[in-house]
């Protein structure tokens, strides 16, 4: 039972070829649900903060309910700093416990990207944590987080190894036509596996990271909709692909838009059975429920990382 880094998960999941589950904690229930989820599936696991929860639910909150559940489940929780904007914010989060960041210079031309990010590592490995760059750009939203879809740049080869080489990042985010949001693709989804295995090819030991991956499964999407939603539309990355890309150096999957959802449709229809509730804990409860199960579910059905603590 403790913080730790994804280093041997991701060492593990390389050889295994399977990934790790990176969802994004917003609250105590979606904490609570997680961990269950792992710990019942004995699988290795990553609650990642945005910027958002963090102004949401404040970050000293965030990591006393992630060791909360660590202490009831008994679990090692790798707690990941999701799209961080600068080094200040990296530094911040390292200095406070964090085990992983992210640093995000997707926005930046390279050789700038490269810069900091080989601060953020040499801070990071300084104090015993590991670092996750990105390289390439994904459309959609995600928080603070907003890219155009005119603005996407999908992930360089060559560029990689050089990325890798003057960095010494620990993970790579790639950008292979995945987006954020709930609305990832419109027509048919469709993924550059050809980019993805060169890339993984020519730096075959670098854990690789698959952003904006939730599938966005219909059943809650239909869910959200019949208890007064309006989320017409929405399409995320197909269970399979994400399997698929297991197979090809994806070591870590981001799920989080699947787990909004999932809680948003009990909830929703709780209270809508319910009209006269006002208990919050009578349609959290739910939301917690449906959290586990889809944790479940992605662990066991899509991940493969069931098994693999």
Do not use: W
């Amino acid at each position: 039972m403790a913080l730790v880094t994804t280093k041997e998960m991701f060492e593990k999941a390389i050889k295994g070829g399977y990934a790790v589950g990176a969802f994004n904690v917003n609250n105590m229930e979606i904490i609570q649900g997680i961990a269950e989820a792992a710990k019942e599936e004995h699988s290795p696991v990553i609650m990642q903060v945005s910027a958002g929860a963090r102004k949401y639910a404040k970050p000293a909150y965030l990591r006393k309910l992630v060791e909360a559940a660590m202490e009831d489940t008994g679990i090692d929780v790798a707690l990941h700093l999701d799209h961080g904007a600068g080094f200040d914010i990296c530094k911040q989060c390292i200095d406070d416990g964090f085990t992983s960041v992210m640093y995000d210079g997707s926005s930046l031309t390279f050789n700038e990207n490269i810069e900091i990010t080989k601060k953020v590592v040499e801070y990071a490995h300084e104090r015993g944590a590991v670092v996750e760059a990105e390289l390439g750009t994904l459309a959609g939203i995600e928080d603070d987080v907003i890219v155009d879809n005119r603005d996407v740049v999908y992930t360089d080869p060559m560029q990689a190894v050089e990325f890798v080489e003057k960095t010494g990042v620990d993970s790579l985010a790639i950008a292979i036509g995945t987006s954020h949001g709930a609305y990832k693709f419109k027509g048919t989804p469709k993924l550059d596996f050809e980019r993805l295995k060169t890339i993984h090819k020519l730096i075959p030991d670098t854990p690789l990271v698959l952003h904006g991956a939730s599938t966005v499964l219909k059943e809650f999407v239909d869910k959200c909709n019949q208890y007064g939603g309006n989320i017409p539309g929405a399409q995320g990355v197909p269970e399979d692909m994400i399997k698929e890309a297991a197979k090809h150096g994806i070591c870590k999957v981001n799920i989080d838009t699947d787990l909004r959802l999932a809680l948003t449709a009990e909830v929703r229809k709780y209270l809508s059975e319910n009209p006269a509730e006002f208990d919050p804990r009578k349609y959290l409860g739910p939301g917690r429920d449906a959290i586990k199960s889809m944790v479940s579910h992605k662990i066991r059905n899509v991940l493969n990382a069931s098994g693999k603590r």
